[in-house]
């Protein structure tokens, strides 16, 4: 699914994005590093994948979307 970077913490390689309906939802680094990203800016538009819905949805890939 796509989504936009919100915020990102260089130091701890975590964040949150904001889904297309304006849920924001944290990542983790290990999400981060899935993704083979080196930096991410806040409005970037990202690539997501996760597991679970909703509320217990936990994101496990972060990329940068491409066109």
């Given at each position: 699914?796509?989504?936009?970077a919100?915020?990102?913490?260089?130091?701890?390689?975590?964040?949150?994005?904001?889904?297309d309906?304006?849920?924001?939802?944290a990542f983790?680094?290990a999400?981060?590093?899935?993704?083979?990203?080196?930096?991410?800016?806040?409005?970037?538009?990202?690539?997501?994948?996760?597991?679970?819905?909703?509320?217990?949805?936990?994101?496990?890939?972060?990329?940068?979307?491409?066109?």
């Amino acid at each position: 699914m796509q989504a936009t970077a919100y915020t990102y913490d260089s130091e701890t390689r975590s964040g949150q994005v904001l889904l297309d309906d304006g849920t924001p939802v944290a990542f983790d680094a290990a999400a981060f590093d899935a993704g083979g990203l080196r930096l991410l800016r806040p409005g970037q538009r990202v690539r997501v994948e996760g597991d679970g819905e909703g509320g217990a949805l936990r994101i496990t890939l972060v990329t940068l979307q491409t066109f």
